[in-house]
């Protein structure tokens, strides 16, 4: 009854007595005016139904929200293919915003901005050394393209902030984070979100990697919580001959009941894949993951997905604000529909899901999935697979926990790993003379046991003393991810994901499976 009166008092406004309204639109009606006109304290009624409308979606389904207008910009601008900006990224750091790479060719190289800077201020606004939230320094440094903004770094070189003023440019966002050769003959391409050009960035980089001898190739789509559907529609067809089901949708009206099917212009038909999943892989990263596994096109290697199967379409409302409002179900060629279960209202059961997994052991063993063997479908090949709760890899790779012990783990809180690889980036960035190499990087890089030996006298330095039997046991994880932060500072974020890969168990499953050849192409 709520739902219906408010949202009918949004649409109908000022003119609602012209119109027909039903008994409970009605009631929701007078009690608005009665709190307009008797409530004991003065209530902006207005307000009253923007703080009211969320509640009202959240009691459809987890996945139905409101955007407010002040917000829809910026909800928007991570699934656009560019937004206005400065062209920095950015990591908190003790209530410090540091600059861990800037955009080649972008507003803030172009002025001098550096990796390693620290950002104090924007436009007056205190950024540095206060309670301030990574959306903080989003809405500080976003904006329309040619404003200007006026930042204050803390630079080591220099004894004094330095100001700059920044005129905000088209900054893409991009959403494969790496694409690398991994082997001789295996391309490896991660895709963080589906975003307006995934689809185009993505054939893109499989294009370049088989011109330099690609065949196979793994698509990570571990941490992707989705996007637009149409782009991960895009990519499975570059992977499916004609005729196939990628995936479809019911809903209660006809524009919402849906099909899609590969037309057989794939480029890659004949070339196997791994897709690499976990459970923070979500809706889009489901529906290309479900089209590869239900038509036998491919390996899904890692954890069971997410189990989000809601389809929302987003709708503007006359304020500038806007619902996404689910609309539909979508399913799997094999006809299953995903979506973890779910009360309606609010489910705090379906928001600590995740929690729960881990809780019952699912990170670390596949006996500790509970699968729905009601909810039973089956692949092109006849293969059983199961709906009603995410999707489940063709082949479980548990949470991988070797090395972590007290003290890794009490670096990794302290941030101190960043807070070295930093402070070695600098160090080494002179030496490395504006080059952009791995190979360069790594001439000039001291060797491991001198990296780990340097690292935990600085972590003794900032308050934690060294263990040495713990050390050792996390050496290999400790110098990998401190080798990849440097990376990351010095060259770019593709090869801190690919010093990453070196030690990660399901990149290196995946990456057997396919030099062995178990990971079919096409089943007739």
Not at 105 to 113: R, Y
Not at 370 to 379: H, W
Not at 435 to 444: G, P
Request: glycine share 8%; proline share 3%; hydrophobic share 35%.
């Amino acid at each position: 009854m709520l739902a219906i009166g408010v949202t009918a008092g949004i649409f109908i406004g000022k003119n609602a007595s012209l119109q027909k309204l039903s008994p409970e639109e009605e009631k929701l009606r007078m009690i608005m005016g009665l709190i307009d006109q008797q409530y004991v304290d003065k209530i902006n009624t207005d307000s009253l139904i923007e703080q009211t409308i969320p509640d009202i979606l959240a009691s459809l389904d987890p996945h139905s929200v409101y955007i407010p207008a002040s917000e829809l910009q910026s909800t928007n601008d991570d699934l656009e293919s560019s937004f206005g900006g400065v062209g920095v990224m950015f990591q908190m750091l003790n209530d410090t915003v540091n600059i861990i790479e800037v955009v080649a060719g972008g507003p803030a190289e172009s002025v001098g901005l550096l990796p390693g800077d620290m950002i104090l201020e924007a436009d007056g606004k205190k950024l540095s050394g206060v309670k301030a939230s990574s959306d903080d320094v989003f809405t500080a440094l976003r904006g329309k393209e040619g404003t200007k903004v006026s930042v204050s770094i803390k630079r080591k070189s220099s004894a004094k902030p330095v100001t700059y003023e920044i005129t905000r440019g088209q900054i893409p966002s991009n959403s494969v984070d790496a694409s690398y050769m991994i082997d001789d003959k295996v391309g490896y391409v991660k895709v963080s979100k589906f975003a307006r050009n995934t689809y185009n960035e993505f054939f893109e980089a499989l294009g370049d990697l088989r011109s330099r001898g690609a065949e196979k190739f793994i698509v990570d789509l571990r941490g992707n919580s989705g996007g637009f559907m149409d782009q991960a529609i895009f990519m499975a067809n570059e992977f499916l001959p004609a005729g196939r089901m990628i995936v479809y949708t019911k809903g209660r009206t006809p524009e919402n009941e849906t099909m899609a099917v590969s037309d057989g212009s794939g480029h890659f038909q004949n070339c196997e894949i791994a897709v690499l999943t976990n459970e923070y892989s979500a809706s889009a990263s489901e529906i290309f993951a479900g089209a590869i596994q239900d038509n036998d096109r491919g390996l899904v290697i890692g954890r069971r997905t997410f189990g989000k199967g809601l389809v929302q379409n987003q709708i503007a409302l006359p304020d500038s604000s806007a619902v996404r409002l689910t609309v539909a179900r979508y399913y799997t060629p094999s006809g299953r529909s995903i979506q973890k279960e779910y009360k309606r209202g609010k489910d705090g059961k379906y928001e600590l899901d995740i929690l729960d997994r881990y809780n019952h052991g699912e990170f670390y063993s596949q006996d500790s999935i509970k699968l729905d063997k009601s909810k039973e479908f089956t692949t092109v090949g006849g293969r059983k697979v199961f709906g009603g709760g995410g999707i489940m890899p063709d082949i479980f790779v548990p949470e991988d926990t070797t090395g972590y012990t007290s003290y890794y783990i009490e670096a990794n809180n302290m941030g101190l790993i960043q807070k070295f690889a930093r402070d070695m980036a600098d160090s080494y960035r002179p030496m490395m003379k504006g080059s952009k190499s791995k190979d360069a990087m790594f001439r000039i890089m001291a060797r491991d046991s001198s990296l780990l030996t340097a690292f935990v006298n600085y972590a003794a330095s900032q308050g934690l003393p060294a263990r040495w039997y713990y050390i050792n046991k996390s050496r290999d994880l400790l110098v990998n991810q401190i080798k990849a932060c440097i990376a990351r500072d010095l060259v770019g974020y593709e090869t801190f994901i690919e010093i990453l890969n070196e030690k990660d168990p399901a990149v290196a499953r995946a990456l057997k499976d396919l030099m062995e050849g178990r990971s079919p192409v096409i089943i007739r």
